[in-house]
């Protein structure tokens, strides 16, 4: 029973965590944005103040800039998006004329039919009006509520360091340690994916100007903005596009070649710029992003599928620091052992399955 104890305990705290999680999302999603946010600014914020700015003021034009590059990036895609809203009813009769007639031709393919007139395609908006209403205005008030939260954190930074050191008087170096690696960590993976976000937002705008897709700025955007959830992200981005291109083009070879474009974008973003503009600051291997992402999105929703990646960074470099909990932060890395011991292990395993 009393090695059954550690276990339970473990089990509830676990339950009860996510329990506050859940419920707390509303408090806790906009703090932490405000806290990677303040890492991200902190730089900019820093260097205006060495420039013998007061750091209210330093603090506020940091925001404030950041803030105007983003109002206007928001109000681009707010004019595209309209004229696409606007063209959705279009739309939906492309795809109801393109589905009958390529089930037309299956139809006659198979000799069956495959059409049933009763079936008709909806493309206008539904759901409960007041209900979007509550949901939007939830949002634009913790997107207001981030700014003050960042402004507060880089403003009373010297105010938590002190705080660090007075609870940490035995361990202040290990503590103090940890929260320079973690804001390092935080820091750089904002920095490098706000680059790479840049980047395969360029990449993907040229190929859809040059494809004449209408609203290219818009779906650019879309791309990399959703590109910021691994694995994922990908899938429901190009899956919108191409079939955003499949119902403006006449030919199947726009929507072939926009799939190939996409994809060849993302192989190139993984495997060489991620890992130059990015590099290995959040050094997990796949399996732990993949279960980051999944826990984010059940807990926090897209916010989550973005900050628990970088936390879990965090998470590896605190169990590190403890020589009880370091195998957990191992399990979490992405460093692949090659050791006398191992080899043995597995040509002893081979051996035995051989004999069988």
Do not use: H
């Not at 993976?189 to 705008?205: D, E, F, N, P």
């Not at 897709?213 to 981005?237: C, E, H, Q, T």
């Not at 992003?289 to 970088?310: D, E, H, N, R, T």
């Amino acid at each position: 029973m009393n090695r059954l104890q550690p276990i339970a305990n473990f089990l509830v705290i676990l339950v009860f965590g996510a329990i506050v999680l859940i419920e707390g999302a509303f408090i806790l999603v906009p703090l932490v944005w405000g806290v990677f946010f303040a890492f991200a600014l902190n730089p900019l914020s820093t260097w205006l103040e060495q420039k013998r700015i007061p750091r209210g003021l330093a603090v506020f034009f940091s925001i404030l800039l950041v803030g105007l590059i983003s109002f206007g990036i928001f109000y681009l895609l707010l004019n595209q998006m309209v004229g696409l809203i606007k063209e959705i009813p279009e739309i939906g009769n492309n795809l109801q004329t393109k589905l009958s007639r390529y089930l037309e031709e299956l139809s006659s393919l198979l000799g069956r039919d495959l059409l049933d007139p009763a079936n008709e395609f909806s493309f206008l908006p539904t759901g409960d009006f007041n209900q979007a209403l509550v949901e939007t205005g939830k949002s634009v008030t913790l997107a207001g509520i981030v700014p003050l939260y960042t402004f507060l954190l880089i403003y009373y930074k010297d105010f938590f360091i002190e705080f660090l050191i007075r609870i940490s008087s035995k361990n202040k170096d290990l503590i103090l340690n940890w929260a320079q690696d973690s804001g390092r960590v935080i820091q750089s993976y904002l920095v490098g994916m706000i680059r790479v976000t840049a980047i395969v937002a360029v990449l993907a705008g040229v190929f859809f100007y040059f494809l004449g897709i209408k609203y290219f700025i818009l779906f650019a955007a879309f791309v990399a903005i959703l590109n910021l959830i691994p694995f994922v992200g990908v899938f429901i981005s190009s899956f919108f596009v191409i079939l955003y291109v499949f119902l403006t083009t006449d030919s199947l070879f726009y929507p072939i070649l926009t799939f190939a474009v996409l994809w060849g974008i993302q192989l190139f973003e993984n495997n060489i710029i991620t890992p130059l503009v990015v590099g290995s600051k959040v050094k997990v291997n796949a399996l732990a992003v993949i279960l980051a992402i999944l826990l984010g999105g059940w807990l926090w929703g897209i916010s989550g599928m973005v900050l628990f990646i970088p936390l879990v960074g965090v998470l590896k470099i605190t169990l590190e620091r403890s020589n009880r909990l370091s195998p957990y932060a191992y399990l979490l890395g992405d460093d692949i052992p090659v050791t006398e011991e191992l080899e043995n292990f597995w040509k002893l395993l081979r051996n035995k399955v051989l004999k069988k």
